[in-house]
């Protein structure tokens, strides 16, 4: 149940940038993203079949969607839920329902703090993935200009994706490890 409750008080995703600044996208390791602090990509393609998903392809599928939930810790309220999860899914439960919880307090998240997100698996069966990434959050969370939350979390998370008509969503997601003691992504400052 306390993991329930971080994801309703975190929301998986915040919103600042290194600097603190609102950024526009998570600061991420990809080497496929645009960004000065892209580093590396360790993605897992294996032997593609003409016509099937890259892992390239379901990677970049990814960044975009943690890009548009980003946006959702800033806007809840116009989250387009729809166009992250698989409608039906538990995640697009739970991301209805959050979104909708923060809509209605006034809680988003501010432009203090960061998230860092690195990839580190991607394995692509015809229409469905797993990604298994790490992500260190410390975006302050704040309701009618006050701190709602400002804890860091640290976790290794594996989502899986289901390619759909219109392109690649999440359809589940669950922890492997998580702590608020430390950064098991071993980011660097």
């Not at 995703?13 to 600097?19: D, H, K, L, P």
């Not at 116009?78 to 538990?90: F, K, M, N, Q, W």
């Not at 990434?133 to 989502?159: K, P, R, Y």
């Amino acid at each position: 149940m306390r993991m329930k409750w971080w994801w309703v008080t975190m929301g998986l995703i915040g919103c600042g940038g290194t600097s603190g600044a609102i950024t526009g996208e998570p600061v991420s390791t990809l080497t496929s993203v645009t960004s000065s602090s892209v580093t590396s990509s360790s993605v897992t393609s294996g032997d593609t079949v003409p016509g099937t998903p890259s892992a390239a392809e379901v990677e970049m599928a990814f960044h975009r969607l943690m890009s548009v939930r980003l946006e959702c810790g800033r806007r809840p309220g116009s989250c387009p839920v729809d166009e992250l999860a698989v409608a039906g899914s538990s995640i697009h439960g739970e991301l209805f329902d959050l979104m909708n919880m923060r809509a209605e307090a006034g809680i988003t998240a501010s432009s203090r703090g960061s998230l860092r997100y690195r990839v580190d698996d991607v394995r692509v069966d015809g229409d469905t993935a797993t990604i298994d990434a790490c992500l260190t959050d410390d975006t302050v969370m704040v309701m009618d200009g006050a701190i709602f939350d400002e804890s860091t979390l640290s976790a290794t998370v594996q989502w899986a994706m289901s390619l759909t008509e219109a392109g690649w969503k999440w359809s589940t997601w669950r922890f492997i490890s998580v702590t608020r003691e430390g950064d098991l992504c071993a980011f660097t400052e």
